[in-house]
């Protein structure tokens, strides 16, 4: 519902950043730590559907979705409500030492997603990192192993444990020292860079080999691997998705050498891809799901899901103070409601939509290099050569920045690649209007080459 103030559509009024705008980023660089990375000068003042407003008035057609996590677009009237009236019942009460209603019930839903071959159960935590926290501590405890295996290029977070996972960007852990033992990482299936020239359906073949005759011959016994864990969808990788064989060799693996499969769905969970988690259109039953972003539509919340027989851990073994917060819970519950009750839908007929109309960028722009994802989870890879596939972060950067000055928000993705993860609230006219900003930006790119 749009007010007689609000606006469904960009309109920027001035050069950015306006002058209230500046005002906050000179504050912001007096008390906030440098380690945060803002690519272009978006200060937000209110938003609303896939609207972000400035405080300067401007409005901005929001396609980052505060990094795919605002799945319902910005305080949709549902979740405000939901979470207003909890607020104003049970805050906090630390599900560690005292029972809620909430927290099984926001499990049972979670477990409704999954499965039906198998009885899942839930923890809950207050962020992404968290839940792979979690993951790695339940996987080493069910099957008394240490060792991880991880993909180049993924994104499990950044805290210790997580870190050690991570494989996207040195700066990440550069200085950080030491970082978990047995981590090994291979290498994730990329057709647009595929050596071998197969395609999106088809890539990864040889990695799978690669794991199963060189890392688990070599390197790990099988029997010493406590989980492989794998983003469906590389996020912060480039918005990359392993090929549905692909998953479908990982678990074959796991389920050959007990290792647990865990599904890092952080990002690209909830309904995003069209489906409630991306591993929905590989077919596959993972051991453990991990969930946190779009699940609570800016309230911090995370979860892992593990099947029964996995999480049998002692009382004590693993906790949380904030872990399942009231407020975080209903929060969570009324985005799925929204998110089953249509939202999941439209996801997959506006990345049909949007997909239909940009798939042909490649032969239209000189820069644009790839095209891919599912759903609302849209990667454009930008080079500056087709034909050597040169990377170009320059060029990528450059085309962001047009379109936050010309009221698209888009984040980066990768090296050189843009992702376009708008709430899954989006219509036409605002995909088109979306679409329309990126190629005059594109263009505008184009013209430094
Ligand atoms: C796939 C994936 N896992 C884990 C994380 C970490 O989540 P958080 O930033 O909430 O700790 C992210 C964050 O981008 C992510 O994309």
Redesign the pocket.
Known sequence: MITATETKLPRINMPLPGPKAKEVIEYDKKFISPSLFREYPLVAHRGYGAIIEDPDGNTFLDFAAG?AVCSTGHCHPHVVQAIQKQAAELIHIAGTDFYHRHMPQLAERLVATMPKSHHYKVFFGN???EA?EGAIKLARYATRRDKLIAFYGC????TLGSLSLTASKNTQRKYFGTLLGGVEHIPFPYAYRCALGHTKETCGGEIIELLEEQILKRLFAPEEVAAIIV?PIQ??GGFIPAPAFFLQELQRICNKHGIMLIL?E??SGVGRTGKMWAYDHAGITPDIVLT??GIGSGMPISAFIAKESVMQWKPGSHGTTYGGNPVCIASAMATLDLIEGGLMANAQKMGEYIFGKINDWPSRFKIVGDVRGKGLMIGVEIVRDQRTKEKAPDLRDKVIVGAFHRGLLTLESGENSIRISPPLIIDEEQADCAIRIMEESIREAEKSL
Do not use: L, M, P
């Open positions: 990094i962020s992404g990192t792979v994104f499990h977070g950044r983003e996020g912060e890092d952080v990002q946190a972003k």
